[in-house]
Protein backbone atom coordinates (compact mmCIF):
# COMPACT_ATOMS: atom_id res chain seq x y z
CA UNK A 1 0.00 0.00 0.00
CA UNK A 2 1.17 3.69 -1.06
CA UNK A 3 2.42 5.73 2.14
CA UNK A 4 0.54 9.12 2.39
CA UNK A 5 2.53 12.30 3.74
CA UNK A 6 -0.51 14.49 4.69
CA UNK A 7 0.05 17.39 7.41
CA UNK A 8 -3.35 17.79 9.59
CA UNK A 9 -5.27 20.77 8.78
CA UNK A 10 -5.18 22.33 12.40
CA UNK A 11 -1.28 22.33 13.84
CA UNK A 12 -1.48 20.27 16.89
CA UNK A 13 0.95 22.21 19.39
CA UNK A 14 2.75 19.50 21.50
CA UNK A 15 2.80 22.01 24.32
CA UNK A 16 0.38 21.98 27.44
CA UNK A 17 2.00 25.20 28.67
CA UNK A 18 2.08 27.01 25.53
CA UNK A 19 -2.06 25.98 25.01
CA UNK A 20 -2.72 27.40 28.56
CA UNK A 21 -0.38 30.96 27.77
CA UNK A 22 -2.86 31.54 24.71
CA UNK A 23 -5.91 30.80 26.07
CA UNK A 24 -4.89 33.13 28.79
CA UNK A 25 -3.58 35.59 26.35
CA UNK A 26 -7.16 35.29 24.10
CA UNK A 27 -9.59 35.88 27.32
CA UNK A 28 -7.08 39.25 27.94
CA UNK A 29 -8.05 40.29 24.69
CA UNK A 30 -11.59 39.96 24.43
CA UNK A 31 -11.37 41.93 28.46
CA UNK A 32 -9.49 44.47 26.54
CA UNK A 33 -12.53 45.03 23.77
CA UNK A 34 -14.82 44.56 26.23
CA UNK A 35 -13.44 47.45 28.73
CA UNK A 36 -12.44 49.70 25.55
CA UNK A 37 -15.95 50.12 24.25
CA UNK A 38 -17.40 50.25 28.16
CA UNK A 39 -15.18 53.44 28.64
CA UNK A 40 -16.26 55.02 25.22
CA UNK A 41 -20.02 54.02 25.80
CA UNK A 42 -20.67 54.92 29.15
CA UNK A 43 -17.89 57.32 30.51
CA UNK A 44 -17.92 59.05 26.78
CA UNK A 45 -21.38 58.37 25.86
CA UNK A 46 -19.82 58.11 22.34
CA UNK A 47 -22.63 54.75 21.54
CA UNK A 48 -23.32 53.90 18.29
CA UNK A 49 -26.86 52.67 19.87
CA UNK A 50 -27.58 55.53 22.40
CA UNK A 51 -30.68 55.20 25.00
CA UNK A 52 -33.39 57.80 24.62
CA UNK A 53 -32.48 59.52 28.59
CA UNK A 54 -29.22 60.90 26.44
CA UNK A 55 -31.72 62.54 24.16
CA UNK A 56 -31.38 61.81 20.08
CA UNK A 57 -28.92 61.57 17.63
CA UNK A 58 -29.11 64.36 15.30
CA UNK A 59 -30.86 63.41 11.78
CA UNK A 60 -28.68 65.15 9.03
CA UNK A 61 -30.93 68.00 7.42
CA UNK A 62 -31.64 65.98 4.31
CA UNK A 63 -32.56 62.57 5.71
CA UNK A 64 -34.61 60.98 3.80
CA UNK A 65 -37.06 60.72 5.75
CA UNK A 66 -41.74 60.92 6.23
CA UNK A 67 -42.74 62.55 3.50
CA UNK A 68 -44.23 66.54 3.64
CA UNK A 69 -45.96 69.18 1.45
CA UNK A 70 -44.23 72.53 0.95
CA UNK A 71 -46.08 75.98 0.60
CA UNK A 72 -43.87 78.85 -1.25
CA UNK A 73 -42.77 81.08 0.89
CA UNK A 74 -42.40 83.83 -1.79
CA UNK A 75 -46.19 83.98 -2.56
CA UNK A 76 -47.88 81.87 0.70
CA UNK A 77 -49.02 79.73 -1.69
CA UNK A 78 -49.44 75.87 -1.91
CA UNK A 79 -46.56 74.90 -3.98
CA UNK A 80 -48.87 71.47 -5.24
CA UNK A 81 -50.05 71.59 -9.11
CA UNK A 82 -52.01 68.31 -9.09
CA UNK A 83 -50.56 67.37 -12.07
CA UNK A 84 -50.86 63.42 -10.22
CA UNK A 85 -47.13 62.69 -11.49
CA UNK A 86 -47.12 61.33 -8.09
CA UNK A 87 -49.95 59.70 -7.29
CA UNK A 88 -48.96 57.70 -10.38
CA UNK A 89 -45.48 56.62 -9.98
CA UNK A 90 -46.00 55.64 -6.51
CA UNK A 91 -45.19 51.65 -6.18
CA UNK A 92 -46.80 51.14 -3.12
CA UNK A 93 -50.20 52.84 -4.25
CA UNK A 94 -50.55 55.46 -1.30
CA UNK A 95 -51.45 58.69 -2.58
CA UNK A 96 -54.82 59.91 -3.03
CA UNK A 97 -55.52 63.43 -4.40
CA UNK A 98 -58.56 64.88 -5.42
CA UNK A 99 -58.09 68.43 -7.78
CA UNK A 100 -60.34 71.44 -9.10
CA UNK A 101 -59.62 72.86 -11.99
CA UNK A 102 -59.64 76.29 -11.49
CA UNK A 103 -59.11 77.74 -8.00
CA UNK A 104 -58.61 81.92 -8.55
CA UNK A 105 -54.63 82.78 -7.95
CA UNK A 106 -53.52 79.64 -8.00
CA UNK A 107 -51.10 78.19 -10.72
CA UNK A 108 -52.22 74.86 -12.32
CA UNK A 109 -54.73 72.66 -10.61
CA UNK A 110 -55.65 72.78 -6.55
CA UNK A 111 -55.27 69.74 -4.75
CA UNK A 112 -58.32 69.90 -2.40
CA UNK A 113 -57.22 65.94 -1.24
CA UNK A 114 -53.93 64.63 -0.37
CA UNK A 115 -53.64 62.32 1.49
CA UNK A 116 -50.38 59.33 1.92
CA UNK A 117 -51.04 56.61 3.71
CA UNK A 118 -47.69 55.63 5.69
CA UNK A 119 -49.16 52.70 6.70
CA UNK A 120 -47.94 51.84 3.01
CA UNK A 121 -45.39 54.54 2.32
CA UNK A 122 -41.50 52.83 1.72
CA UNK A 123 -39.74 55.82 1.61
CA UNK A 124 -38.49 55.25 -1.82
CA UNK A 125 -38.34 58.86 -2.86
CA UNK A 126 -40.21 58.44 -6.44
CA UNK A 127 -43.21 60.57 -5.79
CA UNK A 128 -40.70 63.19 -4.54
CA UNK A 129 -38.05 62.77 -7.77
CA UNK A 130 -41.22 62.64 -10.15
CA UNK A 131 -42.98 66.13 -8.55
CA UNK A 132 -41.98 69.43 -11.18
CA UNK A 133 -42.11 71.76 -8.51
CA UNK A 134 -41.08 71.80 -4.75
CA UNK A 135 -44.11 70.97 -3.24
CA UNK A 136 -42.70 66.96 -2.23
CA UNK A 137 -39.89 66.76 -0.04
CA UNK A 138 -38.22 64.27 2.47
CA UNK A 139 -37.97 65.71 6.09
CA UNK A 140 -35.88 64.33 9.28
CA UNK A 141 -39.16 63.13 10.41
CA UNK A 142 -38.10 59.85 11.54
CA UNK A 143 -40.65 58.81 14.79
CA UNK A 144 -43.74 57.92 12.45
CA UNK A 145 -45.92 56.08 14.71
CA UNK A 146 -49.69 55.05 16.41
CA UNK A 147 -51.95 52.85 18.26
CA UNK A 148 -54.04 52.56 14.72
CA UNK A 149 -53.44 51.97 11.23
CA UNK A 150 -55.81 55.00 10.79
CA UNK A 151 -53.35 57.36 12.58
CA UNK A 152 -50.70 56.75 9.83
CA UNK A 153 -53.30 58.20 7.21
CA UNK A 154 -51.58 61.53 7.09
CA UNK A 155 -54.53 64.12 5.14
CA UNK A 156 -53.31 67.37 3.54
CA UNK A 157 -53.14 69.60 6.67
CA UNK A 158 -50.67 67.24 8.69
CA UNK A 159 -48.58 66.89 5.69
CA UNK A 160 -48.33 70.97 4.99
CA UNK A 161 -47.24 70.82 8.68
CA UNK A 162 -44.44 68.39 8.63
CA UNK A 163 -43.11 69.89 5.66
CA UNK A 164 -43.57 73.51 6.47
CA UNK A 165 -41.52 72.66 9.94
CA UNK A 166 -38.90 71.10 7.54
CA UNK A 167 -38.37 74.08 5.29
CA UNK A 168 -37.76 76.44 8.20
CA UNK A 169 -35.26 73.98 9.88
CA UNK A 170 -33.46 74.87 6.40
CA UNK A 171 -34.20 78.30 6.24
CA UNK A 172 -32.59 78.80 9.67
CA UNK A 173 -30.01 76.23 8.88
CA UNK A 174 -28.66 78.30 5.92
CA UNK A 175 -29.99 76.42 3.29
CA UNK A 176 -32.50 78.49 1.93
CA UNK A 177 -36.47 78.04 0.66
CA UNK A 178 -37.27 74.48 -0.79
CA UNK A 179 -36.40 76.20 -3.96
CA UNK A 180 -33.07 76.60 -3.33
CA UNK A 181 -32.37 73.27 -1.58
CA UNK A 182 -34.52 71.06 -4.16
CA UNK A 183 -33.26 73.20 -7.33
CA UNK A 184 -36.92 73.17 -8.82
CA UNK A 185 -38.96 76.58 -8.65
CA UNK A 186 -41.91 77.55 -7.93
CA UNK A 187 -45.03 77.90 -10.15
CA UNK A 188 -46.93 80.36 -7.77
CA UNK A 189 -47.78 84.06 -8.13
CA UNK A 190 -48.73 86.82 -5.97
CA UNK A 191 -51.89 88.13 -5.80
CA UNK A 192 -50.32 91.40 -8.21
CA UNK A 193 -48.78 88.84 -10.54
CA UNK A 194 -51.71 86.96 -11.14
CA UNK A 195 -53.86 89.88 -11.83
CA UNK A 196 -51.08 91.12 -14.32
CA UNK A 197 -51.55 87.39 -16.12
CA UNK A 198 -55.20 87.85 -16.00
CA UNK A 199 -54.84 90.97 -17.68
CA UNK A 200 -52.97 90.09 -20.46
CA UNK A 201 -54.44 87.15 -21.04
CA UNK A 202 -57.84 89.29 -21.74
CA UNK A 203 -55.83 91.58 -23.47
CA UNK A 204 -54.84 88.70 -25.74
CA UNK A 205 -58.13 87.36 -25.94
CA UNK A 206 -59.60 90.68 -26.66
CA UNK A 207 -56.92 91.25 -29.60
CA UNK A 208 -57.34 87.96 -31.27
CA UNK A 209 -61.42 88.64 -31.01
CA UNK A 210 -60.84 92.31 -32.92
CA UNK A 211 -58.24 90.48 -35.67
CA UNK A 212 -61.32 87.53 -35.72
CA UNK A 213 -63.92 90.22 -36.14
CA UNK A 214 -61.91 92.41 -38.93
CA UNK A 215 -61.25 89.56 -40.75
CA UNK A 216 -64.72 88.41 -40.62
CA UNK A 217 -65.97 91.81 -42.07
CA UNK A 218 -63.25 91.39 -45.11
CA UNK A 219 -64.55 88.39 -45.73
CA UNK A 220 -68.47 89.81 -46.52
CA UNK A 221 -66.74 93.11 -48.12
CA UNK A 222 -64.61 90.33 -50.74
CA UNK A 223 -68.34 88.57 -51.26
CA UNK A 224 -70.50 91.57 -51.81
CA UNK A 225 -67.67 93.13 -54.10
CA UNK A 226 -67.52 89.56 -56.20
CA UNK A 227 -71.66 88.99 -56.52
CA UNK A 228 -71.77 93.19 -57.33
CA UNK A 229 -69.07 92.52 -60.42
CA UNK A 230 -71.28 89.22 -61.39
CA UNK A 231 -74.21 91.04 -61.85
CA UNK A 232 -72.91 93.82 -63.79
CA UNK A 233 -71.40 91.33 -65.91
CA UNK A 234 -75.47 89.79 -67.12
CA UNK A 235 -76.50 93.24 -67.45
CA UNK A 236 -73.95 94.17 -70.11
CA UNK A 237 -73.99 90.68 -71.70
CA UNK A 238 -78.35 91.36 -71.68
CA UNK A 239 -77.42 94.70 -73.29
CA UNK A 240 -74.88 93.46 -75.83
CA UNK A 241 -77.64 90.71 -77.03
CA UNK A 242 -80.82 92.89 -77.70
S1 LIG B 1 -41.88 57.59 -1.01
FE1 LIG B 1 -42.37 55.99 -2.52
S2 LIG B 1 -43.87 54.71 -1.48
FE2 LIG B 1 -43.77 56.62 -0.29
S3 LIG B 1 -45.41 57.91 -1.15
FE3 LIG B 1 -43.54 58.41 -2.29
S4 LIG B 1 -43.57 57.06 -4.10
FE4 LIG B 1 -45.04 56.23 -2.61
S1 LIG C 1 -47.12 66.92 -5.20
FE1 LIG C 1 -45.96 67.36 -7.09
S2 LIG C 1 -46.17 65.52 -8.37
FE2 LIG C 1 -47.76 65.41 -6.75
S3 LIG C 1 -49.60 66.32 -7.70
FE3 LIG C 1 -48.54 67.95 -6.58
S4 LIG C 1 -47.20 68.91 -8.14
FE4 LIG C 1 -47.82 66.91 -8.97
Not at 17 to 46: E, H, P, S, Y
Not at 160 to 186: C, H, M, N, Y
Not at 204 to 224: E, F, I, V
Amino acid sequence: MKETNLKPVVPVRQSYWQDLLDAFATILKGMWVTLRNFGRVVIKRQATTITKKWGSRQIALRYRGTIGLTIDRRTGKENCIGCLACERICPDHCIHIETIDDKPGHKGKYPVVFVIDNNLCSLCGLCVEVCPVPALIHTEVWQVGGYSHRSLVFDKQRLLEIGEWQQERWIRAGLGIVDQVTGKKSMQMTDEEWKAEEEKKKAAAAARAQRAAAARQQQTAQTARAKHGSSEKTISQETSEV
